[in-house]
């Protein structure tokens, strides 16, 4: 942790002439994006498996970092000595102060308050525009299911009408179940990351900045995958329809 702490101090530093208090906070930030860029592979490999869980592996490498950040601005002492991080602030908060202590010190709208009401308000805005996504994704997901079962369905026709064209013909069927299943879980999912803000309300704020800085990537991230997939594919029909009207 102390190695954490030494590397987080050194970006605060040379953050300090441009954002003075608030630099500590600035590299918390920093460092987060360092970390998101690190994991990107491993998030383009769990965006190509497009399943409703795509993007755990990155999520779960992250639990050691966000554990780190947690203690080391929970932690009075690092390494026998005093924690020089807590003495740190975003504007009117110390990283090291949790909602609750912030309430105690002026209220909600209180100096304290509005920083961490800030943090809730960021927080909100990337769960809204990440649930909107998920449900739209949902949306998309579950029409095709349903093309795939429709398809299943006329090759189930053409095998009973052929043996000879079932074999190479057939599209394994979707159920019903299975589309109410991915109905359901598209209403679900997407409501999760709105418990980011719980957890925001109960850890350091210097945790929480990493909290809404990685969940704002990982939405970004998606989004802009998302649109090259999308873009890519529209280049392949494009070319495919140019290839068939040539012949």
Same mark, same amino acid.
């Given at each position: 942790?102390?190695?954490?702490?030494?590397?987080?101090?050194?970006?605060?530093?040379?953050?300090?002439?441009?954002?003075?208090? #608030?630099?500590? !906070?600035?590299?918390?930030?920093?460092?987060?994006? +360092?970390? %998101?860029?690190?994991?990107?592979?491993? =998030?383009?490999? @769990?965006?190509?498996?497009?399943?409703?869980?795509?993007?755990?592996?990155?999520?779960?490498?992250?639990?050691?970092?966000?554990?780190?950040?947690?203690?080391?601005?929970? #932690?009075?002492?690092?390494?026998?000595? !005093?924690?020089?991080?807590?003495?740190?602030?975003?504007? @009117?908060?110390?990283?090291?102060?949790?909602?609750?202590?912030?309430?105690?010190?002026?209220?909600?709208? *209180?100096?304290?308050?509005?920083?961490?009401?800030?943090?809730? $308000?960021?927080?909100?805005?990337?769960?809204?525009? #990440? !649930?909107?996504?998920? %449900?739209?994704?949902?949306?998309?997901?579950?029409?095709?299911?349903?093309? $795939?079962?429709?398809?299943?369905?006329? @090759?189930?026709?053409? !095998?009973?009408?052929?043996?000879?064209?079932?074999?190479?013909? #057939?599209?394994?069927?979707?159920?019903?179940?299975?589309?109410?299943?991915?109905?359901?879980?598209?209403?679900?999912?997407?409501?999760?990351?709105?418990?980011? +803000?719980?957890? $925001? $309300?109960?850890?350091?704020? &210097? &945790? *929480?900045?990493?909290?809404?800085?990685?969940?704002?990537? =990982?939405?970004?991230?998606?989004?802009? +995958?998302?649109?090259?997939?999308?873009?890519?594919?529209?280049?392949?029909?494009?070319?495919?329809?140019?290839? %068939? =009207?040539?012949?």
């Amino acid at each position: 942790m102390s190695v954490f702490t030494h590397l987080v101090a050194e970006l605060g530093r040379l953050l300090e002439p441009a954002l003075a208090g #608030s630099a500590t !906070a600035a590299a918390i930030v920093l460092f987060t994006v +360092l970390v %998101r860029l690190a994991l990107h592979p491993l =998030s383009r490999a @769990a965006f190509r498996g497009a399943t409703p869980a795509a993007g755990c592996l990155p999520v779960l490498l992250q639990l050691p970092v966000f554990f780190v950040m947690y203690r080391a601005f929970s #932690s009075d002492r690092i390494g026998g000595a !005093a924690n020089e991080l807590l003495g740190h602030r975003l504007f @009117a908060a110390p990283l090291g102060a949790r909602w609750t202590q912030a309430l105690g010190e002026g209220g909600l709208f *209180g100096a304290q308050g509005l920083v961490f009401l800030g943090l809730f $308000a960021a927080i909100a805005v990337v769960a809204a525009w #990440s !649930a909107v996504r998920g %449900r739209r994704a949902a949306a998309l997901t579950a029409a095709a299911a349903a093309t $795939a079962a429709a398809k299943g369905a006329g @090759a189930g026709k053409g !095998a009973r009408a052929g043996k000879a064209r079932a074999g190479a013909g #057939s599209v394994p069927a979707v159920t019903a179940e299975q589309q109410e299943l991915v109905r359901k879980l598209g209403g679900v999912l997407p409501l999760l990351s709105f418990g980011t +803000l719980i957890t $925001a $309300a109960v850890v350091p704020l &210097a &945790a *929480g900045l990493y909290l809404v800085t990685t969940t704002a990537w =990982s939405v970004a991230e998606r989004a802009w +995958l998302q649109h090259r997939k999308d873009r890519t594919e529209r280049a392949t029909a494009e070319i495919t329809g140019a290839e %068939r =009207s040539s012949l």
